[in-house]
């Protein structure tokens, strides 16, 4: 009886704890998976709102969303948790102990740092941390993961060398390293991974040589290694026998172009590379979907090679060593959506052939020679036409002048044109169609555009919606059918084995001076536009992942305009992101059409804007990304044991072929050592404001000229940055001076006190802010705040005023810098001082144009 009694106590106690144990389980037993799981999400961020919407800690932790468990749910399999907000870094003795796990993606998280422990997860298949914050190097043990197939590191912060042990992961097929900083060669040890269908390398900083035995990957589908520094030839490539895709964009590959090809490619991009050969003997493959050659050295005819192309879509053969040819044989191409045959060379009429190109979506034939009429051109969809710079003549056909008003940007300029179409303002006229004639006796009224655009505003949102909805239910056939692949393929938005997912605003961003926000409901429908590869179709989402959501990682400085981030486009779009969040008093529309017209603008000593997106109220112009320091910087940010004790007159500059002139870069702290390179820099900057002052139609005011502004690119050619961006904002005179470079403002614009002053901003506010670069150049000192020593005059508060005295005296080598001075260049260094008292005059009348500043700086050379 007492026995039987005691059992059932037995009983009942057990069916207690068992129960409790059920509704305790945020206190798992120690050394389980589920004790490991439950760790990990405490202190990466279970407090998050996401978070909680997919677990409950009083539930099982194998029931949760996120985690998967073998059939005994005892060990865990597998963790995708991605985009959950989880930050900091991973501790031990949490998900590095899961030994079974085969499976792990926490991408797009806020991930910094992994643990000792991680890399004992030699049951991994998958691995995916893309889209984190992890700033380490990798370890050698990453060769433990003996059975991962699949590995994404991609928009991370992994620096240093790749380990050669990654010969170990013998059954990896798709390796993603995008957007890291890695900076070694490539090791040896990836020839061990003989099983790769897919890698991707690009946006890093890869180095030297592919090494030996890289083309026995017998089962490589795709390769990217876009936007490094790699060296090697063609036929690197060449046994790579089951590629589909391969983009080597951005690198230093030479060679001839004719040994990469074979049957099974679809997709290449060789563009911006050091290729030559004659294109005609290029063996082309039927199945090729997207070729980009441009930037090359590429000659020959390409017409008669591409005969086979039939599927091609994407044709870009712009800036190579093309013979002279017509542009013929073109209607085998009729699959074509973008065509860019600018600078190449082109001559005679555009056939009417062209016109069997219906699909034709973007049309770039500027800077060519072409001549004759423009002939009919299928209008259906094309969005882009650019025939600038050509001898074209006659009239503009009038069904192209009525589809204009539809498209998304064209320019007819520098050619003998003439137009007659009320529907264009006047801006349009000055901005599109330069070097045109108006043949109308009656000038156009650009209120005629307003109120026909206004009428017919009610057809474009229905017409919008409608194409809305077809577009919709193609992706929909499309993805049922099996067609998701190759249209993936033929964006070329390439793999990752993850579903895009779709991320929600507004968006909040802060900097050390200011918080900005992107009003933005679904970062996807926001397009960016980038202005010379419109059909890759990138969006704000692309933008945000570009940036690595404009962290401050990627943050490069404080603009006048608002902060600059540093970003990487996929297909190897190096770039340089401007955020202008002081305001615009444009609509979007305006301001898209001037973001348009100052793409338009390029100059070899400009930063070229490469596009551009409307995020809500911000205006973010994207620009080509400048490889080295602005003139600020190396002129005043030197490390100090090169600053003035060493003999600077030993230095040398040794003569090569490169694209420099004659001037060797032998790296930041020699760049300014020699005043022939000064020179260099002071007459690409006056050219470039030249340029923008008697070459552009309106003519162009920076309103903004200061050392800063100036960059150095990848051949050490100086490129001004920010032209044209103060019209954006229309703000008044008062605050673009209060906003405006202290030691740059001329004093037109200053009363006696030092505020600012009732002024019109002309291009000789521009010269003014020249001429101080240029007195910053020769004696080395900072506008303002710096050391201005003399004992015979009165020690001024700025450059301008202390450098003026001393010309007056004839005193100007006594302030040549330091470190150029005695180099047998004297004579040209007082005679620019010259030219910067000029350009600094008090009186803006008394101020040289900036053409007659080009004149003066090149006859320095001949002193």
Known sequence: ???????????????????????????????TDEFFISKFFQQMGSNSSSFSQIYNLSAPVCSWQVVFCDSNHENVI???APSLGLSGSIPDNTIGKLTKL?????????????????????????LNLSNNRIFMSLPTNIGNFVSLEKLDLSFNRFFGSLPDSVSSLTSLQVFNLNQNRFDSSVPLGIIGCHLLTSVDFSLNRFNGVLPDGFGSFSKLKSLNLAGNELKGKGSDFLKLGSLT???????????????????????????????????SQVNFSSQLLYLDLSENEISGGFFTSLSRTHNLKHLNLAKNRFLEQRLINISSLHSLEHLNLSNTN???????????????????????HLTGEIPLLSLKTLQNLDLSFNNLVGEIPISLLKKLPWMERFNFSYNNLTLCDSEFTPETFKSAFIGSSYSCPIAANPNLLKRKAHSHRGLELAFAFVISIIFVLIVLLCYVFGCRKKTQLWAVKQDSYKEEQVISGP?????????????????????VVIFEKPLLNFTFSDLLSATSNFDRGTFLAEGRFGPVYRGFFPGGIHVAVKVLVHGSTMTDQEAARELE??????HPNLVPLTGYCLAGEQRIAIYDYMENENLHSLLHDLPLGVQTTEDWSSDTWEVNGSNNNGIQNVGSEGLLTTWRFRHKVALGTARALAFLHHGCSPPIIHRDVKASSVYLDYNLEPRLSDFGLSKIFGNDLEDEIARGSQGYIPPEFLNQDGSSSSCVITPKSDVFGFGVILLELITGKKPVEDEYPDDNFSKDANLVSWVRGLVRKNCGSQIIDPKIRGTGAEGQMVEALKVGYLCTADLPAKRPSMQQVVGLLKDLEQL
């Open 245 to 279: 895709y391969l983009n080597i964009s951005k690198n230093l590959f030479r060679g001839s172009v004719v040994e990469i090809f074979h049957e099974l490619l679809e997709v290449v991009d060789l563009s911006s590379n050091h290729f030559e050969g004659h294109i």
């Open 78 to 80: 597998g963790l995708i």
């Open 507 to 527: 968006f909040s961003f802060q900097t050390d001076s200011t918080t900005w926000v992107a009003d933005v409901k679904v970062a996807t429908l926001v397009p």
């Open 346 to 368: 082109l001559i005679g009429r555009i056939s009417d052939e062209i016109s069997s190109l219906t699909h034709l979506k973007t049309l770039d034939l500027s800077s060519n």
């Open 1 to 31: 009886m007492g026995f039987a009694f005691f059992g059932s106590i037995v009983v009942v106690l057990t069916l207690f704890f068992r129960s409790n144990l059920g509704q305790q389980q945020e206190h798992p037993i120690p050394n």
């Open 597 to 602: 017209h100052l793409g338009r603008i390029k």
């Open 102 to 126: 085969q499976s792990l993606d926490i991408s797009n998280n806020q991930i910094i740092d992994l643990p000792s422990d991680f890399w004992s997860l030699n049951s991994l298949k998958t």
